[in-house]
């Protein structure tokens, strides 16, 4: 076991490990060469423009202030400057809500911390327990409940912090969900005239031999919803039509490139080949090759575009119902509407820009038997995914390269090469699974049907949590594979499991700090350093960019990436709240990167991150119901530990607690979740009430006419953008951000960007 | 262990106790004397008159028409005659559907017993395992699966019954719920307009400084619903009230009763004496008493309705709004009202004789630290009833009563009653405690807060199964009580509980055979000869009736009695579920059981069961969800057993079932359950859209002003009986029944009492 000492090292190494990513994002951050990918958040929004395009030449790429790298740690204070209504106008809801996660984290942990270390750390201390006993130990130990010996009083100290901090982590997750409710409420409630408020999607609309998808939907809700019933936009299968614009898009670049070429060098005309990859061939003039192939590409989508409009096979079962009124809408959400519950189901709209094509005509059966399959499947994948990787290990040895590529052999042999080979082969495919996996479980989401980007990212974000529990936490605790602990449990009493664990929870405090430290420490200070994306900019702008619309893409500012960050951050509270009475000494760990983690993402997500969609901070009952496992999985690991330790008195006092947390769950649940999932209809009637007072001639049918159109029918154009430049000619609020960003990175601002 | 015939001994002795009690019943029932007793539902239907007031002496007490008690089975075809259709409109749908439940016993095992027998009798006869083991077996066991070899490969047929019966019983079971949620919708559809179509019950409206709850509510749903809202009506704190007119009408009674006795007797005046019970005090007219009490406390109780209508606080925070549209009721009670979700909560109003008034009141918070309170209290109650029982016991004993009871020391100390103190004393205190357990668990519905007498019983019906499961069922599987057995799971691991239970299952077959026999077959005789009301009517009839009012209600038809029926047909799906593939033998036992139940339950609810309320057969979801309950525990007892039996390789293809099945009830879930919750906005439209078409001009205020009333606000008169009448004046095509009962015992009808 580490000692003090040892961790002061692992500490010191992280630290400046951490800093030297810290100074290197300093520095590189203020280069205006690197400005694209350290503040796309502000090019996106149109508030700044490219340094490159004006100054001296070497300015363009290198920061010749000196005066700026000595304040070089100034992005701290400014990522924390800009208060949060601004940086929901900036930024959204969701990211805004996202950065109370970490609030949230300092706000359990630190009072928690300080009680621990001026109630605990004494009582554990002065025993001599270990001293006393054989084993080794370290000093990390002799503040942990290890050192207090069996069948102690000293115990009911620990009993009443078990209760204090789960009161004080109740009450605070109580606030933090009230405090979201109200934000998500306002948001919506302050928000602009938005599609979605008016609209409701229809899915499983049932088949009927007379009339078309389009004619049934509006007899039925003229039928049903006769005095709030507006219009329709029925959803077409255009993943054939996406798939021709996509490749029409690609030819147009390369049309853009050789164009660009040919007027930087009129002397050639350049050509291309016509084989595979363009390596062979025969050599034709690439303009008129390309134009050729764009014209072909324009016919063949606008025939498919009438097909898909014209077949009545290429309509789905599913439609978008827009309403006169907000209430209407609402309504209609919220209701069941015919007899048959598995057709005509009925739900609030995503938000347009949220919506995920693909997924809107399953059918109800279907949709049960995929969600039974990836039940299943995501069961196999967390017990056993070490069996395919241990087979793929198995294989991937020297002998077996060697046998399946003779002519390898003699390069293989070399010395060098075969140590690299056998040392880092075996973990390469574990690697690469861990790096896929997030994808997977996307993969995952997306065959059981979820409609909206949202949905599938909240599902992967549960699945992976779920993943990290088992494999990473249980997995680390009690050494082995997943499906070794799930025989292992099988086969042992109920009351048997949590004293296996919690007897090992003790031993791997060392452990864990370690990994807060790399993982936490190092991988926040690895994030706002954004390398690969830094490297990948340089890269494509050196090789690939050809046009200024290449550039706009290669800049890559990437979303927040809810599905793996969360779980992420949600394993720290698993880890707090476990080590809170058993290792109090973990928790400054923890604290710290809450602090560092909040800094950054602040800093992050004011600059960088272009968040995909809004869903208005749907996400916080799938926080707040994670926490609350993590606080009840503690409590029985404590007991577990406890009851080895022969604190008979104590213990039975303990199953109290997780009966109250879960009461307290179902409670938060019954009190706060509906308003992450139906609009009261009282807000929807206050809105319209005032917006017929303020407008009354306003034209809804124009407003909602093309809302929700499947973005390939748009326009010809890059359908991002279109559904982007839509956007922001329907929220003018949202883009006047108080903030008015520099225009060219030298030149300082007052807040965000300051130097 | 019992052979083949002790069985037969016991089924022959049920089978007689049976008997006896179907000729008494079928001789008592013919006697013009009891006709109250067998016919209430007739006479509460005021289709049957006393057949004391008319004919000869004798026959006005005593059948003496010979030929009627050769045809004493004749009740039988008569019960099963009555077509459902008519059957709804005579005792309503949720009798109707309860008798589902029966049926649905036989379609399950009817063919699961004739497969059993003919697959896998056979295959477990032609071993001898038993024959060469030295322990004891009978002939039953040599039916069982007991008797094949461990490791045989014979246990892949139990594998593929075992698969077989899972689908058969799905496959009904599906069935079942969709011909079920069918008549219940239709029955909504083809009923008359009834206030609970329009009315929507409001909970938890806040408390407002400056408006009243009635004028708050008004303006509320005004502003929120105004296409829509009509009328509400506000609910009072009436519990003195009630208190008061039931005080009354006792004395009422009893002024009946002396005027009555003066009338028979004009020379005397009777008096009774004011003191304790009448046995004390002076002596005064009768008559003139009781006229000065009740005039006494008429004007009590017109003091406190005035009072009770005019101090705001007596009005409670609830109210019941009544909307123009079914349409607007349907959306109203599925929607959410506000961002507050735990206030002005909307739901259904339930039918007015449904509603049970004393928790109208009880706020959010109050109603989740209730529902956590007697989710604790039930789980001692559960694992914990046999502690205060076991200390009763150890008091009760003779030495116990002669201490606290001195002087009784020399009767009980004579040989005959002290035996009978010593054998009797002891489980008189566990029988006392199982007669109360269902008003236990029902006052603790009670306090759950639920608002309908339907829910009510649902809740108990759920607790009242669970607790079987636990004491009865696995109980006496493992032998011991549920502390024990809880104690004793605990400590064993997950895999070790089911083979723990399997392995004893095969042993028990007998004991639930006998089980069975007493419990189901004596049971089912004894409910159709009504011994308890029958006594009960006539000792009343003898010493208490004083009018022909208290004649009425010393009928006592009772009802269903669904929060003690229900679980108890449960415990019987349970047992044959686990038999089936174990021990088939047992299945014909169920069979006769759910046959012989049919015909009597048929019987008794044509013609003696009196429903209080009609929830259209809300409990169908509860139903299914415990026999799909009762198959997940067979797959995993029988995965237990065969684990055990070493058939390693058919036991994990087992798993796959507990799987399927659970995904299988998630299905129906969400396909059928919706039916039985809300009401579809489309058939509410369509009602609506053809009420409007046929009666333009009806005056929906008039019909819903009062729908919703107190019953003590009616009038003075019998709350129920008031209840009553205004039903039938709302509904006078549900009294329309086809059927026409002989007006007097002795001559013969078409059906339903023929002789």
């Given at each position: ?122 009582v ?21 409940i290890?050192?207090i010996p069996t069948g102690s009083n000293r115990f009911w100290t620990h009993l009443a ?420 009475v ?56 404590l007991?577990?530990l406890l009851?080895?330790k022969e604190a008979a008195n104590s213990t ?104």
């Amino acid at each position: 076991m580490a000692s003090l000492g040892d961790i002061g090292l692992a500490a010191a190494i992280n630290i400046l490990t951490a800093f030297a990513f810290l100074i290197a994002f300093a520095v590189l951050r203020i280069q205006p060469i690197n400005d694209r990918v350290y503040f796309p958040k502000w090019y996106l929004k149109g508030l700044r423009s490219s340094p490159l395009q004006g100054g001296a030449f070497v300015s363009k790429f290198v920061n010749l202030d000196f005066r700026s790298y000595i304040r070089f740690l100034n992005w701290m204070p400014a990522a924390l400057q800009m208060p949060e209504p601004e940086l929901i106008d900036h930024a959204g809801l969701d990211s805004a809500v996202y950065l109370r996660i970490y609030l949230l984290g300092l706000k359990i942990f630190v009072p928690i911390s300080l009680l621990a270390f001026s109630v605990m750390v004494p009582v554990n201390w002065t025993n001599n327990t270990l001293e006393r006993s054989n084993v080794e130990y370290s000093n990390i130990d002799k503040l942990s409940i290890s050192n207090i010996p069996t069948g102690s009083n000293r115990f009911w100290t620990h009993l009443a912090m078990a209760y204090l901090f789960t009161f004080w982590t109740c009450y605070i997750l109580k606030r933090e969900y009230q405090i979201v409710a109200t934000m998500r409420l306002s948001f919506l409630a302050s928000e602009r005239r938005r599609p979605d408020q008016f609209t409701v999607l229809v899915r499983n609309v049932p088949p009927d031999p007379d009339e078309s998808v389009s004619e049934l939907v509006e007899h039925f809700f003229l039928v049903n919803h006769p005095e709030h019933y507006l219009t329709h936009q029925v959803v077409y299968d255009a993943k054939k039509l996406s798939s021709l614009v996509a490749k029409k898009k690609k030819k147009q670049n390369w049309l853009d490139y050789y164009e660009l070429k040919h007027s930087r060098n009129q002397s050639i005309r350049p050509t291309k080949k016509t084989g595979f990859l363009g390596l062979c061939g025969s050599s034709v003039d690439a303009i008129d090759f390309y134009t050729a192939e764009i014209e072909k590409l324009s016919e063949e989508i606008e025939l498919e575009r009438d097909k898909v409009k014209k077949n009545p096979k290429s309509i789905m079962p599913a439609a978008f119902v827009s309403f006169r009124t907000r209430w209407g809408a609402a309504v209609c959400a919220q209701t069941q509407q015919t007899r048959n519950p598995t057709i005509w189901l009925t739900e609030g709209a995503p938000e347009p820009r949220d919506v995920y094509w693909d997924n809107m005509a399953i059918p109800y059966v279907s949709l049960s038997i995929r969600r039974l399959i990836i039940g299943v499947a995501f069961f196999f994948l967390t017990f056993f995914f070490m069996i395919p990787i241990a087979f793929v290990q198995s294989l991937a040895n020297i002998e077996g390269i060697e046998k399946a590529a003779p002519f390898l052999k003699s390069f293989i042999e070399i010395k060098f090469i075969k140590s690299f080979i056998q040392g880092f082969l075996p973990g390469i495919a574990l690697k690469i699974f861990l790096i896929f996996l997030p994808t997977i479980l996307m993969i995952m989401s997306k065959f059981e049907g979820f409609i909206s980007l949202s949905g599938l990212e909240r599902r992967s974000a549960t699945r992976y949590y779920i993943f990290q529990f088992i494999n990473v936490f249980l997995g680390s605790i009690i050494t082995g594979t997943a499906f070794q602990q799930l025989d292992k449990f099988i086969h042992q009493s109920a009351n048997e499991i949590p004293k296996t664990i919690g007897v090992s929870i003790p031993m791997k405090a060392t452990f864990f700090i370690t990994y807060i430290m790399v993982d936490g420490w190092a991988g926040c200070a690895g994030e706002i350093l954004r390398l690969k994306p830094l490297i990948f900019y340089h890269l494509k702008n050196f090789f690939l960019v050809k046009t200024e619309k290449d550039r706009e893409e290669a800049m890559d500012p990437g979303t927040i990436g809810f599905n793996t960050g969360e779980p992420q951050i949600q394993l720290y509270f698993l880890l707090g709240l476990v080590y809170a009475v058993i290792t109090p000494f973990l928790l400054p760990y923890i604290i710290v990167f809450f602090g560092l983690a909040y800094v950054v993402y602040r800093h992050q997500i004011i600059n960088v991150y272009n968040q995909e969609y809004e869903s208005a901070a749907a996400f916080w009952p799938d926080i707040h119901g994670r926490i609350i496992f993590a606080l009840v999985i503690s409590q029985l690991l404590l007991m577990g530990l406890l009851s080895t330790k022969e604190a008979a008195n104590s213990t039975p006092l303990l199953i109290i607690l997780p009966v109250l947390t879960i009461w307290f769950h179902l409670f938060c649940k019954g009190r706060y979740e509906p308003a992450f999932v139906q609009h009261p209809l009282q807000e929807a009637m206050m809105k319209d009430t005032l917006e017929r007072a303020r407008e009354p001639q306003l034209n809804y049918k124009e407003f909602l006419q093309n809302a929700y159109i499947h973005p390939v029918f748009k326009s010809d154009e890059d359908s991002d953008s279109d559904v982007m430049s839509q956007e922001f000619e329907d929220e003018p609020m949202l883009v006047q951000t108080k903030r008015q960003s520099r225009k060219n990175t030298p030149l300082p601002s007052k807040h965000s960007s300051s130097l």
